[in-house]
């Protein structure tokens, strides 16, 4: 009984070491790297959401965020 129990310990650890070695060659999993600025945000003058200054459509009175605000204008608040 107790050769039973130390070939099948054996067993375990030789399993347990392979299923580490295989693991140990895959690189370490990396998160995303940050954006090295921040975007720059502005206000749509029409309705007052706030988008990232690429996004924005400039016009009279100031930016936009879609076409149809920039056609209507300005709201004063």
């Known amino acids: 009984m107790l050769k039973v129990l130390l070939l099948a310990l054996l067993i375990g650890v030789i399993v347990w070491l392979l299923r580490g070695a295989r693991g140990a060659g895959k690189?370490?999993?990396?998160?995303?790297?940050?954006?090295?600025k921040a975007a720059v945000m502005v206000v749509c003058a029409h309705c007052g959401v706030h988008l990232p200054r690429a996004e924005a459509?400039?016009?009279?009175?100031?930016?936009?965020?879609c076409e149809a605000h920039r056609a209507a204008g300005p709201v004063s608040r």
């Open 27 to 36: 690189p370490p999993v990396q998160s995303p790297e940050p954006p090295d």
């Open 57 to 65: 459509l400039s016009g009279p009175g100031g930016v936009f965020c």
